[in-house]
């Protein structure tokens, strides 16, 4: 399936401006090269990184023509139940325990009363805020709050973790989205870095520090070893959890190029 899901990329990608030379000079232009792929990584390796300033800048290049928006994704609990549970972002299905919460959200948390809590990094940095300066209240929050991070909605740090936990007092769970929006990368209850999800994404290295994400489910905007401006490492030993997929671990954002 991972593997079908990396050509149905390839497929969209050639169908953009930017990747189709980038293609060709790879010898994956045709169809009856993509049927000969048989590996993800094996085959990104025939491919060069692409900055993430690049692909940020010019949108257009990368659109591949009647690429749909992805379908709604359910809901990943870190806990093996579900609870009563409000996401500030759309993208997600609604259940009758999920709730989408994705405009005036202050309004729609008290009328919800959920017990957990799922939103953009930064839209809970402004909840916090909102709390700690007396604006706002959220009561009821039993079970976890997941912040959602990456790409747009920036690098959780130890002062976040250790501010949220003050704020909201129920533990976190970082949960990483692609730029599609769809979840990739998830801690789980061992907290020992994030579990990349092979069917939605892979991770790779650079001998400079930077990770170069690779989609498996955005066909609108085909993402091919972009970087991510981050760094970290891939620990691929089994997690304390049972989980055997690799870890991203230890991301951070890298510092800005110095201006010339």
Known sequence: ????????????????????????CAGLATPEALAEVDSVEGTLERLPAIALEEFRSSPASFESPGGLNPALQTFRSPLEHTPKTAILMPG??????????AHDW?????????????????????????????????GGLKHFVIPFTGGEQGELG???????????????????VGFDGRVIAYECEAHGGLHIMPEHAAFEETADAELLLTSLTDLRHPTLRIGTRTSGSIQRECCDCGNAAPRLFG???????AAC
């Open 158 to 176: 130890e002062d976040d973790r250790e501010r949220f936990w003050r704020v909201f007092q129920v533990p976190l769970f970082e949960q990483r």
């Open 106 to 138: 202050s309004k729609g948390l008290k009328r919800f009363g959920a017990s957990a809590l799922a939103a953009p990094l930064t839209v809970l940095r402004e909840l916090a805020t909102s709390i700690e300066s007396g604006e706002q209240e959220i």
């Open 92 to 101: 997600f299905e609604q259940t009758s325990g999920v709730r989408v919460i």
């Open 1 to 24: 399936m991972r593997v079908a899901r990396f050509k149905r990329v390839l497929r969209a990608a050639q169908l953009t401006q930017r990747y189709q030379p980038l293609l060709e």
């Open 251 to 257: 991301v951070r954002q890298l510092a800005a190029a």
